[in-house]
C-alpha cells in the first residue's frame, strides 16, 4: 500500500481535483491515490482497483472528446493552417465510434493499458449499466454540437489570430514532467494543467478552460471551476514571474446554444487567499495521509460519500460498496 504523499518522481503533487476528491469521499481518494494500483500489479485486488481508476463515464467521455478535437484545431492553427468545420467534425465522430467499439466489447479488461490510447473504458459498459435507450450516434451528435459551437465562437472571437500572434504557447500540455505547468508550493508540486494558454509578451497571458457543460448559476460564492482558473493564473505569476495585471482567465462553456464566457482577473487579495488554500488543503492532506503511515488510519475507518447516489455513481464501488453493483444483486 502506498502510504506518502509522493505521487511523482519528482515529489509531492496538489491538483484542484485531487482536493476535490479528499473532501467529497475519504475512501474514493484512498483507492485514487493511495492504494498504489497498477495494472501490472502482481495482487488481482490492485489490479482490479487500477482498471476502476480509468473508468470514465459518459458525459466525461464526451468531453474529454471534444477537448481532444479542439487541441487539434489549435495546433494546426499554429502551424498557419485553418482546419474545416467537417475535417473537425470527421476526426471527431471517427474516435467516438472507435472509442465506443473499444468500449462496448470491454476489450479494456484483456487490453487495460489501451486505455487512453486505443480506446476507452466506460463507466456504464464496465457496470452493465446503459440505458437502454443510449445510442452511439446520439452522444456523438451532442458533443459534434459542441464542437460546432466552439468553431463558431473561435471565428467570432479572434481565437486564432491569438494563437498565431502569441509568443508561448500551451495546449494541452502534458500534467507530469519538466514540460508540465505549475509550481511550487513550500516542497509540493501544483499541477496546473491548462486546456490553453497564450502569452503575448509585455502584453497579456490567457488561460483558457473549456467546459463542456452549461454555465452555473450566478451566487456570491465562488465556484470549484473559479478556484482552478485561480490556480492556473497564479501559475502564470508564481511559475512564469509574471505580473498579476497581465493575466487573466476565460471559462468557456460550451454546453447550451451559444458560448458562455466568464472572464475572472487575480488580484493581489485574491491571489493570497488561492495560495493559502492550496497550504490549507496540502497541510490537510498530509496530515490525512499520514495516518495511514503510522497506521492510525486503515480502509475500513474511511468515512463514505456523504449521498448513497455519489456512491451508486463511483468508480470503485465493486470493491467499497458492492451491494450496488448489478452483479452482487443477480
Not at 472528446?65 to 492553427?77: D, G, K, M, R, T
Not at 484483456?110 to 449499466?129: I, N, Q, R, S
Not at 508564481?238 to 476565460?250: F, I
Amino acid at each position: 500500500m502506498k502510504r506518502s504523499f509522493y505521487t511523482t518522481t519528482n515529489g509531492p503533487t496538489w491538483s484542484v481535483s485531487r482536493d476535490q476528491q479528499l473532501q467529497a469521499c475519504e475512501r474514493k481518494y484512498f483507492f485514487q491515490y493511495l492504494s498504489d494500483a497498477r495494472i501490472n500489479s502482481p495482487d488481482p485486488w490492485l489490479r482490479g482497483i487500477a482498471l476502476l481508476k480509468k473508468l470514465k463515464n459518459i458525459p466525461m467521455w464526451q468531453g474529454e472528446c471534444v477537448h481532444l478535437v479542439i487541441a487539434e484545431y489549435l495546433n494546426q492553427v499554429r502551424q498557419r493552417k485553418l482546419p474545416t468545420l467537417d475535417s473537425l467534425v470527421l476526426s471527431l465522430r471517427q474516435r467516438m465510434q472507435r472509442e465506443w467499439q473499444f468500449s462496448e466489447k470491454r476489450r479494456f479488461r484483456e487490453e487495460p493499458a489501451g486505455v487512453g490510447k486505443t480506446g476507452v473504458a466506460l463507466f456504464e459498459h464496465e457496470y452493465d449499466e446503459m440505458p437502454p435507450e443510449t445510442r452511439v450516434e446520439v452522444l456523438i451528435e451532442k458533443a459534434i454540437k459542441m464542437l460546432q459551437t466552439f468553431y463558431a465562437w473561435a471565428g467570432a472571437s479572434g481565437l486564432a489570430e491569438q494563437v498565431r500572434t502569441a509568443d508561448r504557447i500551451w495546449i494541452e500540455p502534458p500534467a507530469w514532467g519538466a514540460e508540465a505547468p505549475g509550481f511550487m508550493a513550500d516542497d509540493v508540486q501544483v499541477i496546473t494543467k491548462v486546456d490553453l494558454a497564450l502569452h503575448h509578451r509585455g502584453v497579456s497571458f490567457t488561460v483558457y478552460d473549456w467546459k463542456t457543460g452549461k454555465p452555473p448559476r450566478e451566487t456570491t460564492e465562488p465556484s470549484q471551476n473559479e478556484l482552478q482558473v485561480s490556480v492556473y493564473m497564479l501559475w502564470a505569476n508564481l511559475g512564469l514571474k509574471l505580473p498579476l495585471d497581465g493575466v487573466t482567465s476565460r471559462l468557456v462553456y460550451l454546453g447550451g446554444e451559444q458560448v458562455a464566457e466568464l472572464r475572472f482577473d487575480l488580484d493581489e487579495e485574491r491571489a493570497v487567499e488561492t495560495y493559502r488554500i492550496i497550504e490549507d488543503s496540502v497541510r490537510l492532506a498530509q496530515q490525512w495521509e499520514g495516518y495511514f503511515e503510522n497506521g492510525r488510519l486503515r480502509l475500513n475507518d474511511l468515512d463514505y460519500a456523504a449521498s448513497f447516489e455519489e456512491c451508486r455513481r463511483c468508480n470503485f464501488k465493486r470493491v467499497c460498496r458492492a451491494h450496488l453493483t448489478k452483479e452482487s444483486q443477480i
